[in-house]
C-alpha cells in the first residue's frame, strides 16, 4: 500500500514506510509461501501415487468382470467365401459351413416404351413384402416413363421400392428392386387404370403367371449347411448367431472352385489373456519406480522425495508384495499363488514373468486361470482391495490429500490476515512519519522566525 505525500522536511515519507512495512512482511510472507509451496509438492506427489496404483486397480477390475477372460477369437478357413464376428457368448470348437445360397432382392421389369409417350392417368398400388402398399397418383400430364419413375422413388410412403430405367435396342424399360434382399421382400404392382391404358403393362404378382412385368432378380434368403446337418435361413448374407455367439458373414457360394465347406474354428483368446498379464506387470513395476522416487533419500547428497518416510508408500507395497505370493482360499488347483502363474519379484521388488510358466498355464489350464484371476474371491479381488483402501474415497490418500488441502485453507486465512494487519501496519507507520515530519516543519519555521530577529 502506498500512500503519497508532500513532505514538509524533504523526506521520502513513502518510501521509507514502505521499506519498513516490507522488512516485516517479507520472513512471515516467505513461511507462508514455503509452507505453501511444501504442500502442493505432497499434494502432487500423493496424485502420482493414487494415479499409478489406480492403473493396476483398473486392470483387475477387468480381469474380475471376465472382460479378458470372455474374449474369443476365430479363424476361417476361407474369408473368400465367408468371414465371422464372434462374442463373449461363443463356445469354443471347430465347424463346417456350406454357403449353399446368398441373398439377393427382388427386381422386375417391364416390357420397353417410348420416352416421350404419355402413358396416361391412372394409379399403381405397390407394396414390398407383407407391408402397407403405397399408392402412386399418375395425372395425364406426368404420365411419361420418367415421371412415373420420379413419382415412385419421391412418395413419401414408399416402403423401399427403387424406380429405375433401363435402355436397351428396343425401347427404355421400368425396373423396379426392393431395397431389402429376402424371399418375405417381394415386390407387387397393381394397376388401377382403364384395361386400355399403357399403365397396365406394371401390373406384377408373384404368384400370377400372367403378369405384365417379369421377373429380373429373384428374391432370395441365404442358406448354408452347417456340420452337414443343420440348414438356416436368413433374409440377408448375415447368418446371425446360428452358431452361438457367432455371426457368420457370407461372400459367395462353396461350390465350384472353392470346393468343400468353410472350416471355422472359435477359441479362448490366450494372447489377450497374456498380454494382459503382461500389461499389470508393467504397471506394477511402474508404481515401484514412482514410489522409489518419491520416498527416496541419498544419505550422500541429502537429497530425498516429497514422500520421504512415509508411511503410506511403505505400507502399500508391503501389502501388494504379500499379496502376491500369499495363497488364494479355495483357489483352483493348478494355480494357487502368483508365482504359480509365472510371475514372482525379484531382489529389486519389481516382477518379472516366466514365459514358459505363463504359457503353459494358459494353454492347458486356462479355466482355472480365469478362475484364479478373475474369481469371486480371486487375485485380482485381492489386489483391488488392497489398492482401493488407499486410492478409495475413504482410503489413506484421499484422507492425506483432504489434510494437505485444509492445511493450504489455513495458510490462505494466514496470508489474508497478514495483509489486512500489513495494511494497519502501514497506515500508523505513515501516520506517525508524517507527523513527524509536521513538527520537523514547524520547528524549522520558528527556527528561521528566530534567526529573522537576530541583529545583523
Known amino acids: 500500500m502506498n500512500i503519497g505525500a508532500t513532505s514538509a522536511s524533504g523526506l521520502d515519507i513513502s518510501n521509507m514506510v514502505n521499506k519498513i512495512v516490507d522488512s516485516e512482511r517479507a520472513p512471515k ?93 391412372g394409379k399403381l398400388a405397390i407394396s414390398l413384402g407383407g407391408g402397407q402398399s403405397f399408392n402412386v397418383d399418375i395425372p395425364d400430364n406426368e404420365s411419361k416413363i420418367l415421371d412415373v419413375v420420379r413419382l415412385i422413388n419421391r412418395h413419401p410412403s414408399n416402403s423401399g421400392v427403387m424406380a429405375s430405367l433401363i435402355k436397351d435396342d428396343v425401347g427404355t424399360r421400368l425396373v423396379l428392386s426392393s431395397d431389402k434382399p429376402g424371399e418375405d421382400n417381394t415386390i407387387k404392382v397393381k394397376v388401377d387404370a382403364p384395361v386400355t391404358s399403357t399403365l397396365q403393362k406394371f401390373g406384377f404378382n408373384t404368384n400370377n403367371e400372367f403378369s405384365s412385368m417379369s421377373e429380373m432378380q429373384q428374391a432370395r434368403d441365404s442358406k448354408v449347411l452347417i456340420d452337414g446337418l443343420a440348414v438356416v435361413t436368413s433374409n440377408t448374407n448375415v447368418i446371425q448367431d446360428a452358431i ?12 465350384g472352385e472353392d470346393g468343400g465347406p468353410v472350416i471355422i474354428e472359435v477359441g479362448y483368446d490366450r494372447d489377450t489373456v497374456r498380454s494382459s498379464v503382461e500389461q499389470f506387470v508393467q504397471a506394477y513395476n511402474q508404481f515401484q519406480q514412482t514410489a522409489e522416487q518419491l520416498a527416496k533419500f541419498d544419505p550422500q547428497t541429502q537429497e530425498k522425495g516429497p514422500l520421504v518416510g512415509d508411511s503410506i508408500v511403505r505400507v502399500a507395497s508391503n501389502q501388494l508384495r504379500a499379496a502376491f505370493s500369499t495363497p488364494l482360499e479355495k483357489a483352483p488347483e493348478s494355480i494357487s499363488t502368483f508365482s504359480e502363474l509365472g510371475v514372482s519379484t525379484t531382489l529389486e521388488g519389481k516382477l518379472e514373468i516366466d514365459y514358459k510358466v505363463l504359457d503353459k498355464q494358459i494353454e492347458q489350464n486356462f479355466t482355472d486361470v480365469g478362475e484364479f484371476l ?81 541583529p545583523q
Open 374 to 454: 478373475g474369481g469371486r474371491n480371486g487375485f485380482a479381488r485381492r489386489i483391488e482391495e488392497v489398492i482401493h483402501a488407499h486410492t478409495g474415497i475413504t482410503g489413506s490418500i484421499r484422507g492425506r490429500e483432504n489434510s494437505l488441502n485444509d492445511q493450504n485453507m489455513r495458510l490462505n486465512s494466514d496470508q489474508d490476515k497478514l495483509d489486512r494487519r500489513m495494511e494497519s501496519v502501514h497506515k500508523r507507520t505513515f501516520d506517525q512519519f508524517t507527523a513527524m515530519d509536521k513538527a520537523m516543519g514547524q520547528m524549522q519555521s520558528q527556527l528561521g522566525s528566530m534567526m529573522s530577529m537576530m
Open 244 to 255: 452361438k455367439g457367432v455371426d457368420l458373414n457370407l461372400e459367395k457360394l462353396t461350390t
Open 29 to 121: 510472507e516467505a513461511r507462508i509461501n514455503a509452507q505453501r509451496e511444501q504442500i502442493n509438492t505432497s499434494i502432487s506427489a500423493y496424485g502420482h501415487l493414487k494415479s499409478s496404483l489406480d492403473v493396476m486397480k483398473n486392470m483387475m477390475s477387468d480381469f474380475r468382470r471376465n472382460d479378458v477372460f470372455d474374449a474369443r477369437m476365430v479363424t476361417v478357413d476361407n474369408d473368400e467365401v465367408l468371414t465371422a464376428d464372434v462374442d463373449a457368448e461363443a463356445i469354443p470348437g471347430k465347424y463346417s459351413v456350406e454357403v449353399q445360397q446368398l441373398a439377393q432382392s427382388h427386381k422386375v421389369v417391364s416390357s420397353s416404351f417410348d420416352e416421350k409417350e404419355k402413358l396416361g392417368a
